[in-house]
């Protein structure tokens, strides 16, 4: 078990800061008894995690199961105790609540990774104690295939990355490591995500890709497989504009055409009725 160095300073620096304010008083005379005894009755007061009073780090792994026993220390009377999951509370019975509560994780989980469980004093939230979980597994990768590419288009390879302690990373093309051209290639890391996107691509990039993760705990491979199809022939946009502009014309002439002898039907017609008429 490890301590965590930020949390057990910031417990330092609250007794510190506790006990600076026990001795600001002291210049002021008759009141300072009073003062000086208020805050050491609340900070008589601690709490433990399994005898230990720092905060601390439990490193465990998946599938382990885990028991904490948080204890309050000289205390004059009973103290009920609260236990929080980040920042919800955790339901306790009633006979594990006054003195010393217990907490299980069964089974702790991947996404119990970095959650801290801290026990609380319900009569002065401030005096708490916790314990961050360091759930460690080996480098899971997952991912899909990219849709066929183009020639000259870019493609994006996302291999997913889920480990704890990180991984080191590594692409390989047909099993042999990638030399990183710079303008070709193009790298980005997180702790969640190892991606490659290839630039402007060749049919020489068609091929098969392998993601590699290693960690102390072990190692995973994933394969990509990426294939570069022939550009397809594009349309040259001048000659879908022109023969648009044909048609168009073509219509037109052929309306004006009609159009005449529509009239000339229209005309006709009109007469009939009044020649009839007359
Ligand atoms: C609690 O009591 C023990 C012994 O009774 C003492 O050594 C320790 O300093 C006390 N802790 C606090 C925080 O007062
Ligand atoms: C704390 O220490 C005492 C004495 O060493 C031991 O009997 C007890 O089992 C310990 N408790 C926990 C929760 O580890
Ligand atoms: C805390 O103490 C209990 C009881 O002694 C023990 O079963 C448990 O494994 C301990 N937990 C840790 C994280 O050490
Ligand atoms: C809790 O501790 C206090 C102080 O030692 C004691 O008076 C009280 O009886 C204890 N209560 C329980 C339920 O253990
Ligand atoms: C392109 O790559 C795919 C996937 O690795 C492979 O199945 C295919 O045979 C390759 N095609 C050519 C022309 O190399």
Not at 39 to 49: H, N, S, Y
Not at 100 to 107: A, F, H, M, S, Y
Request: aromatic fraction near 6%; charge should be positive.
């Amino acid at each position: 078990m490890q301590t965590e160095p930020q949390e057990t300073s910031r417990s330092h620096l609250n007794r510190s800061e506790m006990a600076q304010k026990s001795r600001l008083p002291a210049p002021y005379g008759v009141p300072v008894l009073a003062v000086l005894l208020l805050p050491c009755l609340v900070t008589g007061v601690e709490l433990a995690i399994n005898n230990s009073s720092d905060n601390q780090i439990l490193s465990t792994k998946p599938g382990r199961d885990e028991s904490l026993w948080c204890t309050v220390r000289n205390n004059s009377r009973a103290e009920e105790l609260r236990w929080y999951r980040g920042d919800g509370t955790v339901n306790l019975k009633d006979g594990n609540k006054i003195n010393t509560t217990n907490i299980c994780i069964l089974p702790v989980s991947k996404t119990d990774n970095g959650v801290s469980f801290t026990c609380k004093l319900v009569r002065n939230e401030s005096i708490q104690i916790s314990v961050t979980l360091d759930v460690q597994f080996p480098p899971l990768l997952t991912g899909e295939d990219p849709p066929p590419v183009e020639e000259k288009n870019d493609v994006k390879l996302t291999c997913n990355v889920n480990s704890n302690p990180q991984a080191e990373m590594v692409w390989y093309k047909d099993n042999s490591t990638l030399t990183l051209k710079k303008d070709h290639y193009q790298i980005y890391h997180t702790s969640e995500v190892f991606q490659l996107t290839i630039k402007k691509v060749e049919k020489s990039d068609n091929g098969t890709y392998t993601c590699e993760a290693k960690s102390v705990l072990g190692e995973m491979r994933k394969e990509f497989h990426l294939t570069v199809e022939d550009r397809k022939p594009v349309f040259p946009l001048e000659a879908i504009i022109a023969a648009i502009v044909v048609v168009l014309l073509t219509v037109i002439f052929g309306i004006v055409a009609r159009r005449e002898k529509i009239f000339k039907c229209f005309k006709k017609t009109k007469k009939t009725p009044s020649e009839t008429a007359l």
